[in-house]
């Protein structure tokens, strides 16, 4: 019988330890002679579950386990195959119960649909799924405005954030009359706490390189860029090898599927800075030059890259083109919101069981996303809120988590979709200092261009620090609210145009936490170090010196068996303590 | 002409004359080196005709470009969003406290072995809090094993 084995080896499958896994397993069907076929794949989206490791056969359906270690290889693969599988390391699988099982069949996968089945740098796997049908599809079957129609009635909208509908983007560009146009993805995931594109680029390159081949010819451009941010080394390894394939078979270059149509690829790596997700800013860092917006318009439809007509889409957009184009505009508007069809992508982080890759369709209560799919709080601890949108967005208390997904009800709580971000967090996040952590990447990242956003968020930092660390006065509310105003109102791109928001939702949500902060002088979750002070709860220390040893400072005092002492003012609130203590005697206030 | 300078050269070679060269270039060029000094980035300017104000200009913009010698090697902290809410700043102290600085604005070690450097999000967030150490990343991190971490290069 033939044997298939998969193992998951992307960043966060080799952070987990897959590769030592894959090795066990090649290892071990060398050595019993077992006949299989071995194969590396990327990422599934159960970060959480890694090293995860599918195996299938004609006779037993797949069994998808997590969480495995080299040693326990042999008798995984042997159960297997004798028909007696170890069910309680399965996380996904059709004929038996597994842990995951709910979890992943309430997704709808269109996006995601390959990463994890294939492998990304094989362009024979891609074309086994009906890879770049699509792209024979449009060249052979369609015209270009016909392309641009059908993306349209999908009701498909930019996955970076702002949600601006693809097909009239298209149109923009395609009504453009000039022989030189552009085409660009934009991959500078630079949003913290999001993965999105980071695992559609390690796991189905190829989508993404057909969905902007589709593209190019709708709108009529023989040259493109995929514009990647250089942290992501394997996404650009992929990348290179998927467009190396795509041009010996003439997926890509001169004359494709011997039509007129020619269209060359080139990737850029991005030197790292968060405004260049903006797309005057992406252009100019193409261009060579720094990453700084640029007022629009004209646009990059009429006047983009170096001066010609220019379409942006993000990663995300273009791995949805092929399959809209391959089953029709209808189909895939079946999912979703009246104004927000499909589904999106989400990375889900922070304190939440299932951490990892989703994709569900639109107007699903982030409620279920998070206890239905995500599987709820990682921790005993209560959930506190979501953090939607990253510097750009904000903060989605309790009260809201029955908000539907779709771009204009989150836009409603004053968060926003953004490109996909999900940071649940618990009570053991400040909300002072979440506001205070987002400015200050905001501030660091502001190009500089735009005085409100230079010098303001600035401002808005130093006021946040103050409070944090207790010198906070309550005229400073008003003044960060006034601030966050003339922000938004000052700016000239989306980087300081959203920039406040992280402030303004906790001010609005979370007012309590900063009037504690100033009023009280208390931190309630226990984060700004200057308003916290661990002590030694005396009954229950046992004097085994564990702290004491920890300390980086030498601030605890007291012998072996006896009752330690913490000294106040040579502690610096690092924790160490408090984590060390097996006996629950350190006390944090 | 230094061996530096011949590499540099050859860097050069490859770019020349082709739009848009300046960011490629100097990543290149800082492979040779692992940063730019002031000589190179003069020496790069006098080669292409390109002003050193703008290539001073792109080097200070971006993060990935850097003007100070770099230790052996690189520690990228993460300080994205799922990394901060899962105690990333203790993981920073706890690397600081493992290894020896001049004094506390100092990135790289005195020895020259590591250079700390925080990033905004390095993509792996359910394994928060991450570090990379060069191309290896290490996730689920207590401040306990940032020692273990340390030793597998020593």
Known sequence: MSLEIKVGLASCGLAAGARDVYTAIENYLHKEKIAADLKKTACIGMCFAEPIVEISSEKFAPIIYGRITPEEVPELIEKFLTG?????????????????????NSQTRIVLRNCGKIDP???????KVDGY???????KNMNRTEIIDEIKESGLRGRGGAGFPTGLKWQFAYNENNKKKYIICNADEGDPGAFMDRSVLEGDPHSIIEG???????IGADEGYIYCRAEYPMA???????????????????NIHGTEFNFELHIKEGAGAFVCGEETALMASIEGERGMPRIRPPFPAQSGLWGKPTNINNVETFANIAWIILNGAASYAKYGTEKSKGTKVFALAGMIRNS????????????DVIYKVGGGMKTERPFKAVQMGGPSGGCIPAKLLDTTIDYDSITKTGAIMGSGGMVVMDTSTCMVDIARFFLNFTQNESCGKCTFCRVGTKRML?????????????????????????????????????????????LKYFRDEYVAHIVDKKCVAGVCKPLIKYEVIEDKCIGCTACARKCPTKAISGKVKEIHLIDQDACIKCGICFDVCKFDAISKS | MTNIQKEINYVIDKFIGKKGILIPLLQEIQDIERYLSKETMSFVAKRTGIKLAEIYGVATFYSMFRLKPQGEHIIRICKGTACHVSNANSIMDSLRNNLTFANSDEDTTTDGKFTLMEVACLGCCSLAPVIMVDEDTFGKLTSESIAKILKKYD
């Open chain 1, 462 to 506: 130093e006021i946040l620090t103050k409070i944090t660390e207790g010198k906070g006065e309550m005229e400073d509310l008003e003044k960060l609210e006034t601030l966050s105003k003339n922000i938004i109102k000052g700016s000239l791109c989306g980087l300081g145009q959203t920039a406040p928001n992280p402030v303004l939702t906790t």
């Open chain 1, 133 to 139: 049908k699509a792209l024979e599809k449009s060249l």
């Open chain 1, 356 to 367: 990892g890759l989703i994709e569900v369709p639109m107007g699903m209560p982030i409620r």
């Open chain 1, 121 to 127: 740098v094989s362009i024979d796997d891609y074309l």
């Open chain 1, 212 to 218: 902007m081949i589709i593209g190019a010819y709708a």
């Open chain 1, 84 to 104: 007696t599988p170890n069910t309680a390391k399965a996380i996904i699988a059709k004929d038996c119960e597994a842990e995951e099982n709910d979890t992943y």
């Open chain 1, 236 to 254: 650009i390894k992929h990348l290179r090898i998927a467009i190396e394939a795509a041009e010996e078979k003439n997926l890509l270059g001169e």
